[in-house]
């Protein structure tokens, strides 16, 4: 079975500055996808970025980057010039095709001004 | 609002009793995901849809679970004899089969037991 590890339950990063969240993952398929989501408190889960495991090139989206290793099956988002509203809850997820998603644990996310 | 809607959003029960949920996903959504989260845990996965097929159930759905989606648009999850570990919150999710399509979540249903 599929699974998403992050090792890290807490980060905190100082307002502007860069901070990165691990995650590693386990599978034998050789295609699938890889998330993060954001959940911020008492508000609802979104997608943050998404990496298709056939792409070479990592996902970016504007402050937002992944570093995707395949064959270390490694995962990390990096947040640049973090803003007070990156606060959340980051969630690192695995799909295989259009299948269920398998989440990580969480890393909780705190900017501090 | 064209999001993904869940009623109601907080619920609290006694052990024993029954609880239903439902989930409205995002009208053009012809998958429909039923996740849980407990506190300080990621989501985990429950049911999926196809339209109106349940595709899918996790060895976490035990028979007190079952969910519907009888004209492959909204989706109820029903809890019977409800118990203290139930407690935790549901979401639910759509997108379309195709792979590339992201699941859009609601905002949950958080279950309470006493």
């Known amino acids: 079975a599929q699974t998403v590890t992050q090792s890290q339950p807490e980060m905190s990063v100082q307002e502007a500055e860069t901070v990165t969240l691990s995650c590693t993952y386990d599978?034998?398929?050789?295609?699938?996808?890889l998330f993060w989501y954001k959940q911020p408190p008492s508000r609802q889960m979104i997608l943050v970025i998404r990496q298709e495991a056939y792409k070479q090139q990592n996902a970016t989206e504007n402050r937002f980057s992944v570093n995707f290793q395949k064959a270390a099956k490694s995962f990390s988002l990096k947040i640049s010039d973090s803003q007070l509203g990156d606060a959340a809850m980051y969630f690192c997820?695995?799909?295989?095709?259009?299948?269920?998603?398998?989440f990580g644990k969480g890393t909780k996310l705190t900017v501090n001004p | 609002d064209t999001g993904v809607s869940q009623d109601p959003r907080h619920k609290i029960t006694k052990r024993g009793q029954n609880v239903t949920f439902r989930c409205d996903p995002i009208s053009e959504h012809n998958r429909l995901y039923w996740y849980r989260q407990t506190l300080g845990q990621g989501p985990e996965f429950l049911t999926y849809?196809?339209?109106?097929?349940?595709?899918?159930k996790s060895r976490l759905l035990s028979d007190r679970f079952s969910a519907e989606r009888p004209k492959g648009s909204f989706s109820t999850l029903e809890i019977q004899r409800t118990e203290q570990g139930d407690s935790a919150m549901y979401l639910c999710a759509s997108s379309w089969e195709t792979s590339r399509n992201e699941q859009f979540f609601g905002p949950g249903t958080r279950l309470t037991v006493l």
């Open positions: 997820a695995y799909r295989r095709g259009s299948e269920k998603l398998v």
């Open positions: 849809f196809q339209n109106e097929a349940q595709l899918e």
């Open positions: 599978t034998s398929e050789s295609d699938y996808y």
